[in-house]
């Protein structure tokens, strides 16, 4: 399955169902609603997808967003926060989240699980990196200590993150939602790379599963904390599905398949047609663009 998220048109969208349309009339039977969906565009959702005009393969938390706010916050409320009040925002937007992917008849939910409290060492290394300085003493030296920083403060973030993922798999076992763990870009946020299989073992069953993002493990890659298609292989048993997009060297992301360096034959062994496969791509695409990504990502991978 594949489908194209609404990140790529919905802030140029007064209407849901125009902003589904358009996303149809490039061939897409499935559209996911990422988060940057403002609730007065749901009404049209809603009708595009009751009108059988397409279907919605997953939606992003948070989805709708919060009311008052406008602009695409993943992160607005952190299921790892000190906060007990942000917390409880965070559990009460990602169950709206389930409801309307429920409504909607979706396959699953996206989300985020939070991040380590510490400094942002993701932005400095990246800046190194550009800089051609990923072999100096200096950035290793970063490297070391970035690791070392999470692995000390690690635990009680976890422990409150893990602990939302609980309330929110009841919830969404009662609806048949699954939920999808992303893989993310900076290296603060949670969980770490070497950290998802306990997880994926300690909410075992079929409700909780691997969500893959392309470009957030790529640079991962280029800036020498995993090897991608070694992390996608390890995680191949749990893995639902994917975000996929290009990245340019070392950390310009969501750019069409084939405009930048992903190797996406290297991923090919561990793509099912039963995943279901986004196309996550920016706001700034060109619809050419967008097509030839597409099919240069099918040529690899396959139509199905």
Same mark, same amino acid.
């Given at each position: 399955?594949?489908?194209?998220?609404t990140c790529w048109n919905s802030t140029r969208h007064?209407? *849901?169902? #125009?902003?589904? %349309? /358009? @996303?149809?009339d490039l061939g897409f039977e499935y559209a996911e609603l990422s988060h940057g969906i403002r609730i007065s565009l749901l009404p049209g959702v809603i009708e595009a997808v009751d009108a059988g005009e397409i279907k919605i393969s997953t939606l992003h938390n948070f989805c709708p967003l919060p009311i008052g706010v406008n602009y695409a #916050?993943?992160?607005?409320?952190k299921f790892s926060s000190l906060d007990q009040r942000e917390r409880e925002n965070a559990y009460r937007h990602s169950l709206k989240t389930i409801e309307t992917a429920a409504r909607l008849r979706a396959h699953l939910v996206v989300l985020h699980m939070g991040c380590i409290e510490m400094k942002d060492y993701t932005d400095k290394l990246i800046e190194m990196v550009e800089a051609g300085n990923r072999e100096s003493s200096k950035y290793q030296k970063l490297c070391q200590e970035v690791e070392e920083k999470r692995e000390q403060k690690k635990d009680k973030f976890v422990q409150l993150a893990n602990g939302m993922l609980s309330r929110l798999v009841e919830?969404? /076992?009662?609806?048949g939602i699954k939920l999808g763990i992303e893989n993310r870009e900076a290296l603060e946020e949670i969980p770490? /790379?070497?950290? $998802?299989?306990?997880?994926? %073992? /300690?909410?075992? *069953?079929?409700?909780?599963?691997y969500w893959h993002d392309t470009g957030h493990a790529q640079i991962k890659e280029n800036l020498g904390f995993i090897r991608h298609a070694m992390h996608l292989e390890s995680m191949s048993e749990y893995l639902a599905g994917f975000h996929i997009h290009d990245v340019q060297f070392p950390a310009h992301d969501h750019c069409p398949p084939g405009a930048g360096? @992903?190797? $996406?034959? #290297?991923?090919?062994?561990?793509?099912?047609p039963d995943h279901i496969k986004v196309f996550e791509l920016s706001p700034g695409v060109p619809v050419e663009d967008l097509q030839a990504g597409v099919a240069y990502l099918k040529s690899i991978w396959g139509g199905v």
């Open positions: 399955m594949y489908s194209l998220s007064t209407d *849901g169902r #125009a902003m589904l %349309r /358009e @996303i149809r #916050a993943p992160n607005l409320f919830q969404a /076992e009662m609806r770490l /790379e070497s950290d $998802f299989q306990f997880l994926l %073992r /300690e909410f075992n *069953g079929s409700t909780v599963r360096t @992903i190797d $996406f034959a #290297a991923l090919k062994p561990f793509v099912r």
